[in-house]
């Protein structure tokens, strides 16, 4: 009798075992303060999908796309969501320490220059005797005399004014600049902020429609957690790619994430974010051929070339250098088709 209860124990005991595993702590970075773009990240932290793969993710916001990349590399954080062709500069200098994307979301990247109509600039041509505006280091703003080659721009006859990104749009509603170097999905709002119609009153050189084939920002990870524990990026990039699936098909449960995690946000503003993301940077003819978080290896590597041109870098680093797609799940789990409500 003895016998039996204490085996009894014991099995009770080692079936209860799993819902005592020590989760995995991962550290993550959002690319900026929290916007309705970073819903599949904070989706997956609401419904419990890290801590279902055996991680405990604690996510901070960022400081900037790029600055996801130096904040990993620094040791601060194991994963984020930051731009490809930050990692393409880093790697470049310093092969062997940059993080490494293993999930892209933002298949088009939000690279711009945006002019009023009343400017009167209709073709790339026309930037020539105008002044542009923009913040230096950015990846549009050091990216643009590529932009210039490319499209037979005489950079020389462009003036561009260095300043403040929150001062962009200010200055060019007010007449001071022609036009500014931005990302679309943050200068969107800021016009409208400023009570300006994006859509109707102002027009967007897309760098993606003028031979600057970029990618841009998706889920990375240190080169450590890489190394010493892949099971945990595995079930991070499971994770992420579960949220993803679920935000394209239904955008109510994303603002409710989103706003569980910052409350101080305005949940239309958000969705707003969101849908930008969704339909302009995320849902690309590409994404539907090769599955959500995948890429092109040619067109990874036309884009090196292009971000080595603009930042005048020495190494051409690899596309395996900056993209893993082995923890992928199957592309059946990756079918992206988004539906707005």
Do not use: C
Request: proline share 6%; hydrophobic share 45%.
């Amino acid at each position: 009798m003895k016998h039996s209860l204490f085996g009894a124990a014991l099995a009770l005991i080692a079936g209860a075992a799993p819902a005592f595993a020590e989760l995995t702590d991962i550290r993550f970075t959002l690319g900026w303060k929290t916007q309705g773009s970073d819903a599949p990240f904070l989706l997956a932290l609401h419904k419990g999908y890290f801590e279902e793969e055996g991680l405990n993710v604690t996510i901070d916001q960022g400081e900037g796309s790029a600055a996801t990349v130096t904040r990993i590399m620094g040791g601060a954080y194991d994963a984020g969501f930051g731009d490809i062709n930050a990692i393409i500069q880093n790697a470049a200098t310093r092969p062997g320490e940059a993080p490494v994307m293993v999930y892209q979301l933002w298949n088009r990247p939000p690279f711009a220059i945006v002019t009023p109509k009343s400017a009167g600039i209709e073709s790339p041509a026309d930037f020539e005797g105008k002044t542009l505006g923009g913040a230096q280091g950015t990846p549009t703003t050091r990216l643009f005399p590529v932009f210039a080659e490319l499209n037979g721009i005489n950079l020389d006859a462009v003036k561009q004014e260095s300043m403040a990104p929150n001062l962009q749009e200010p200055m060019m509603i007010r007449g001071d600049i022609d036009g500014a170097f931005v990302f679309t999905s943050t200068s969107w709002f800021n016009l409208i902020a400023n009570r300006q119609d994006p859509a109707n009153d102002y027009n967007w050189f897309n760098f993606e429609d003028y031979g600057m084939d970029l990618y841009s920002n998706g889920l990375m990870v240190s080169r450590a957690l890489l190394t010493e524990n892949p099971d945990a990026v595995a079930g991070l990039v499971r994770a992420v790619n579960k949220a993803t699936m679920e935000v394209a098909a239904s955008q109510d449960s994303s603002v409710e994430a989103i706003m569980a995690f910052d409350n101080l946000g305005d949940p239309e503003l958000e969705r707003a974010r969101l849908e930008f993301a969704l339909t302009n940077l995320m849902n690309a003819p590409e994404v539907t051929e090769i599955g959500m978080g995948d890429l092109v290896d040619e067109r990874l590597t036309r884009s090196i070339e292009i971000v080595a041109k603009g930042y005048g870098l020495d190494r051409l680093p690899e596309a395996s250098e900056i993209f893993d797609r082995s923890f992928l799940p199957p592309i059946e789990a990756r079918a992206f088709e988004v539906t707005l409500n």
